[in-house]
């Protein structure tokens, strides 16, 4: 679709002539999936329907408790440090951001009064200025009120490299500032098209200032609230045990009428998926289990019990391997995997090329995963504008064996590959999960049949996905040749999604490990088209920045996506909940429900 003809439509919808559903079928038809043609929209100042849960109940509290299941159970409550899904789920429950995401990737005010338009002043000409309106009346959870104090400083304190803030990417290139006590600017240096990233989502929530004030930069592990929050959200926080247990009771002064509905909410970590399902499914020991990974035969066996049901959304999520080009095993300044080092044999392209070829997504998406995902080359999957139709994956075992020959690579003695006495062999780690153990054993076989051998190991999940900074086994610090997990897009557009592969967020010691780029590779190429991508305000020309980006660590056989996943849950059959696949699972929490 040209740009002219899109321009029709947009304005068509503004007149009122094509009606909005229409405009996301006319979208749809052409290969722009819904979250995208809703930016579109927003971007030319049509307001965001919304698609989130219809709230029925007629006043707050009496719905008992709460309890959601966690199999990776949450260590910190600290937002703007959880590098793992599982910390931010618990975050939200306490904290908010100005704005989160629908299910149909529509942004929905939270402590914002009004999503952003032009049409409502909130969104500049120029694309450089985004004014958010707060809501009024909204307080913390000591009754002191939230205020643009709270924003500006929630901004500094993200913003301070000495703070070491996983979210620190979408607020060090901006400035905040304060018009009134209910109103802020957020300025940025360029035209921005996906405005929507700094107090928005996972990254945004909104911080008290009053509590968190003395700690901002090389304080900030310090503060007794990255433990005990003190918030905004639905539910005060009560007691924290960092690996086992949450509890929460009901904000009585919440800022939205008639909720929540539940009196209290607990939240349980441990086990394994297998168990969080039957614990929902089977037993109703719970009302909801996240991240349900899990073989899909297994899920619809225990959905025959009838207590419980299987929610599965599209999300943009990736299940995907790592190939360190760094060396793992070599300690420099302190850390290994240091980017002043190079991997002994994965930074031969010929390498990664072969190993690449010997991974068999078909059948590890048809035996283990179902419908919790599908086979993709592409690292962003979703929406579908942003997907590279370039990349395509294939499982070939004699083709991998021809490179290797090519590039030198002999059979040893023991079968194992090797040149200038270097062998091909590795440590492949992922967590402890069913799927996973049976997708390494699947490449692992594979892997033989080309003279690599592959050492497989399994750290758990609350280890693995840990924020601790202290841990070796953590996905961040990638102390190991091969690595694989999900990683999770948070907003229905890829920007912020993709700067994982930028120079400036590679993991290292001095941010904590924190960076988003845990390959440790980069390509100054790669860089260049992401800044570009930035500040083009063209949805066309955009998106294709975007996918130059994802296709540069793909083709360097880098990043290897496996499985574009759907988001699996399970809730109790009578449990009413907000599953969107482009924010955390408790970012509606407020709305949820007992029918």
């Given amino acids: 679709m040209d740009d002219h003809k899109l321009r029709e439509l947009v304005e068509g919808v503004k007149d009122g002539a094509i009606s909005r559903r229409a405009f996301m079928r006319r979208m749809a038809a052409v290969g722009v999936a819904a979250p995208f043609a809703s930016q579109i929209l927003a971007w030319n100042g049509v307001a965001m329907a919304q698609a989130s849960l219809a709230y029925k109940p007629t006043k707050a509290g009496g719905g008992g408790p709460l309890k959601i299941l966690l199999w990776q159970a949450p260590t910190l409550l600290n937002p703007h440090f959880a590098s793992g899904t599982k910390d931010q789920i618990a975050g939200r429950i306490f904290f908010e951001p100005l704005a989160g995401w629908d299910k149909e990737g529509n942004l929905t005010p939270q402590l914002a009064a009004e999503v952003p338009t032009r049409a409502n002043g909130g969104l500049s000409e120029d694309g450089k200025v985004v004014t958010w309106k707060l809501k009024q009346g909204v307080k913390w959870h000591d009754g002191k009120p939230f205020t643009a104090d709270d924003v500006v400083f929630t901004w500094e304190y993200a913003a301070d490299p000495a703070t070491a803030a996983y979210t620190t990417g979408s607020y060090t290139n901006i400035k905040v500032e304060k018009v009134d006590d209910h109103t802020v600017k957020v300025i940025f240096k360029e035209p921005t098209p996906f405005w929507a990233d700094p107090f928005v989502g996972v990254v945004g929530q909104i911080l008290p200032k009053h509590h968190f004030g003395e700690y901002k930069g090389a304080k900030s592990r310090e503060a007794p609230a990255n433990l005990k929050p003190v918030g905004t959200g639905p539910y005060k926080f009560v007691d924290f045990k960092p690996g086992d247990i949450l509890t929460g009771v009901r904000n009585e002064d919440y800022h939205v009428k008639n909720q929540p509905h539940f009196d209290t909410i607990e939240v349980k970590g441990g086990g394994d998926a297998v168990s969080a399902a039957r614990a929902v499914l089977q037993t109703g020991e719970f009302d909801y289990a996240w991240n349900l990974q899990v073989e899909d035969e297994v899920l619809k066996r225990m959905e025959t019990g009838g207590r419980g049901k299987v929610s599965a959304v599209p999300s943009?999520?990736?299940?995907?391997?790592?190939?360190?080009?760094?060396?793992?095993?070599?300690?420099?300044?302190?850390?290994?995997?240091?980017?002043?080092?190079?991997?002994?044999?994965?930074?031969?392209?010929?390498?990664?090329?072969?190993?690449?070829?010997?991974?068999?997504?078909?059948?590890?998406?048809?035996?283990?995963?179902?419908?919790?995902?599908?086979?993709?080359?592409?690292?962003?999957?979703?929406?579908?504008?942003?997907?590279?139709?370039?990349?395509?994956?294939?499982?070939?075992?004699?083709?991998?064996?021809?490179?290797?020959?090519?590039?030198?690579?002999?059979?040893?003695?023991?079968?194992?590959?090797?040149?200038?006495?270097?062998?091909?062999?590795?440590?492949?780690?992922?967590?402890?999960?069913?799927?996973?153990q049976k997708t390494q054993a699947i490449i692992k076989q594979a892997a033989q049949k080309a003279g690599i051998d592959l050492e497989l190991k399994s750290v758990t999940a609350s280890v693995f996905f840990s924020s601790d900074v202290a841990n070796p086994d953590t996905y961040t610090k990638l102390y190991v040749d091969i690595e694989m997990y999900t990683t999770t897009q948070p907003q229905p557009d890829p920007e912020r999604f993709l700067n994982q592969f930028v120079s400036w967020e590679i993991a290292t010691k001095e941010n904590k490990w924190l960076g988003r780029n845990v390959s440790r590779y980069s390509d100054p190429a790669a860089d260049e088209a992401y800044k570009a991508a930035q500040k083009e305000l063209d949805p066309a020309k955009r998106a294709a920045l975007l996918i130059k980006v994802n296709e540069i660590f793909c083709e360097a056989n880098v990043i290897l996506p496996l499985l574009s996943r759907t988001r699996v849950a399970a809730s109790a059959s009578n449990l009413m909940h907000d599953h969107s696949g482009w924010d955390v699972d408790t970012w509606n929490v407020a709305a949820w429900y007992r029918s």
């Fill in 316 to 436: 943009g999520d990736i299940e995907f391997i790592i190939l360190n080009t760094t060396d793992p095993w070599t300690e420099v300044d302190g850390e290994r995997s240091s980017i002043k080092t190079k991997h002994p044999t994965l930074s031969d392209p010929k390498v990664r090329e072969a190993f690449n070829l010997l991974i068999d997504r078909d059948s590890i998406q048809k035996f283990i995963y179902g419908r919790g995902g599908t086979a993709t080359a592409s690292f962003v999957n979703e929406p579908k504008q942003f997907k590279s139709q370039k990349l395509k994956y294939e499982f070939n075992v004699d083709k991998a064996n021809k490179i290797l020959d090519d590039a030198g690579w002999k059979r040893g003695s023991d079968g194992i590959r090797e040149k200038d006495g270097k062998k091909l062999k590795y440590v492949y780690q992922t967590s402890i999960n069913a799927p996973r």
